[in-house]
């Protein structure tokens, strides 16, 4: 079994370090919130002060953080992960950042002899807690063969997308195309209504059809035809408006650098914006239905 050194102990980090102690992993971790380690060591791992430390003595350490710039905060510099690890150590970042972080706090730890995987995920909090997500995992293929049982005790698909940043990319297109799709279903069912058409016929028809995706069929945006969407719950998250907007924002930025065209992506980042700013960040992404219905 590993020790694993575990920054960052949020919504998503907590649970996937109590699934690696409940898999017989010494588990011990490092967040600016005392208040989340108390809750880690509640669960049976341990508490240690900064990263540097946690680098120090772990065989695999693993970040959950809220953006490239904490990512860059806790790899990079004297007391960062990447000076302190020993020689062998396996680094996993599993927060979701911009491809251009990425690659370049994987190049710095390439450069120590370090072996390190970007590896974002999705599936969310409950996905996190059932040891459920899906992790998408950029690196080499060394660095990807023994991280595959670690991640396997937090998820349950694992692929490996290529090397440093094609997790992030990965990630960046999928959400991309999950922004673009809820806007394009909501869209759906508002003209729906101006026509007197049901939700319940239009999802009969469109979730059999060629109109049908996840946005549709998994995480429906009116209450009724999948009870489960948030929908059916004022639309609580689940995953955020302002969390959909960063990602939108992530795929932007690479766009621009990478030169694509993406012109719904941009509409879509734009319209996330506008719901975001009406006050709505915290209310799950789906809840975009009453933007366009206006
Ligand atoms: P969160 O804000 O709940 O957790 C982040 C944690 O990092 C916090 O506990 C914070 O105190 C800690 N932290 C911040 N800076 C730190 C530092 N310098 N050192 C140590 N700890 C530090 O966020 P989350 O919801 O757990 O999301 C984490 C990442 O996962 C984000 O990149 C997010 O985009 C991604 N993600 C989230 C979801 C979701 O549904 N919540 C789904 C998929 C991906």
């Keep these: 079994m590993a020790r694993i050194g575990f920054v960052g102990l949020g919504n998503m980090g907590l649970p996937m370090a109590q699934n ?6 010494q588990v011990e971790g490092v967040d600016v919130n005392a208040a989340a380690v108390a809750k880690l060591v509640a669960a049976g791992g341990a508490g240690v002060e900064t990263a540097k430390t946690a680098a120090a003595r772990a065989d695999v350490v693993i970040t959950m953080l809220p953006s490239g710039k904490e990512v860059r905060e806790v790899y990079l510099g004297s007391s960062g992960i990447i000076e302190n690890a020993n020689a062998g150590t396996l680094l996993i970042d599993c927060s979701t950042i911009d491809v251009e972080t990425a690659r370049a706090v994987a190049g710095a730890a390439e450069q120590k002899g370090l072996l ?18 899906t992790f998408m995992v950029g690196g080499s293929a060394q660095a990807f063969t023994r991280a595959e049982s670690i991640l396997q005790k937090m998820g349950k698909t694992i692929v490996h997308a290529g090397g440093a940043g094609n997790g992030q990319a990965a990630k960046i297109c999928n959400n991309m195309i999950l922004g673009v799709s809820m806007i ?6 508002v003209l729906a209504e101006k026509l007197g ?18 946005s549709m069929t998994t995480y429906c945006p009116v209450p009724g035809p999948v009870p489960t969407s948030p929908a059916n719950h004022d639309y609580q998250a689940g995953f955020t408006a302002a969390m959909m907007l960063k990602d939108l924002k992530l795929s932007q930025e690479a766009a621009k650098a990478a030169g694509a065209k993406t012109q719904l992506g941009a509409d879509a980042a734009r319209i996330y914006s506008a719901y975001v700013e009406s006050g709505e960040a915290g209310r799950d992404f789906s809840g975009i239905i009453r933007f366009v219905r206006g």
């Design 184 to 189: 394009a279903v909501s869209e759906a069912f």
């Design 20 to 25: 690696l102690l409940k898999a017989g992993h």
């Design 116 to 133: 390190m995987l970007d590896a974002p995920v999705s599936g969310g909090v409950g996905g996190a807690s059932a040891a459920t997500l």
């Design 197 to 214: 058409l049901d939700h319940q016929k239009l999802f009969d028809i469109s979730s059999k059809s060629s109109g049908q995706c996840w």
